[in-house]
T-cell receptor, first 113, second 112 residues
Framework: GPKVLQIPSHQIIDMGQMVTLNCDPV?????FYWYKQILGQQMEFLVN????????KSKLFKDQFSVERPDGSYFTLKIQPTALEDSAVYFC???????????FGAGTRLSVL | GEQVEQLPSILRVQEGSSASINCTYE??????FPWYKQEPGENPKLIID?????ERKQTQGLIVLLDKKAKRFSLHITDTQPGDSAMYFC???????????FGLGTRVSVFP
């Protein structure tokens, strides 16, 4: 089926530093999402991105978070500065239409020390 | 927004029997209800979904039921196999911009 690629699979970073998580969505998809999953818990919606803009974000999407997809390349999630509570697995997802069939990447495990 | 409750959190079933997971949602405007299966260290994979214009959908040993009046939907795995052992998440969404609201998950273990 359609594949969403996420790079890197694991990132270890010191608190206060910046981190960028990269997502290569399915090629013809137009809607992009980030979800956060703390170990053993459910995935929680962070943000939805369409047509170069953030469409909606949750209260988990703090001011330190930003997303972009410059020139159709990677869809990125940047956290600057990172905090200990940002440690989680971040899943990227994409969708081709408004009908909400989301395909998820394998996730990036972020460890903030 | 949306809130999704999922029960049970843990489900142990004997191989060959069926497993049922139940979810409820709050937002009556939600119209899309997917189910994802997640194995340890892997991404969640869509296994079946149902939209609000249907009450029942079946595919390859999976049945989903939707009761819009009760705001309840359920997944039934028939003839469970060891490969069905995983975390299962239900989700609900009202529109594309809101993304999906997930339940807390059900850890299904199929034993011989």
């Amino acid at each position: 089926g359609p594949k969403v690629l996420q790079i890197p699979s694991h990132q270890i970073i010191d608190m206060g530093q910046m981190v960028t998580l990269n997502c290569d969505p399915v090629s013809n998809h137009l809607y992009f999402y980030w979800y956060k999953q703390i170990l053993g818990q459910q995935m929680e919606f962070l943000v939805n991105f369409y047509n170069g803009k953030v469409m909606e974000k949750s209260k988990l999407f703090k001011d330190q978070f930003s997303v972009e997809r410059p020139d159709g390349s990677y869809f990125t999630l940047k956290i600057q500065p990172t905090a200990l509570e940002d440690s989680a697995v971040y899943f990227c997802a994409s969708s081709s239409d408004r009908e909400n069939t989301l395909y998820f990447g394998a996730g990036t495990r972020l460890s903030v020390l | 927004g949306e809130q999704v409750e999922q029960l049970p959190s843990i489900l142990r079933v004997q191989e060959g029997s069926s497993a049922s997971i139940n979810c409820t949602y709050e937002n009556s405007a939600s119209n899309y209800f997917p189910w994802y299966k997640q194995e340890p260290g892997e991404n969640p994979k869509l296994i079946i979904d149902i939209r609000s214009n249907m009450e029942r959908k079946q595919t390859q040993g999976l049945i989903v039921l939707l009761d819009k009046k009760a705001k309840r939907f359920s997944l039934h795995i028939t003839d469970t196999q060891p490969g069905d052992s995983a975390m299962y998440f239900c989700a609900a969404s009202g529109n594309y911009a809101q993304g999906l609201t997930f339940g807390l998950g059900t850890r299904v273990s199929v034993f011989p």
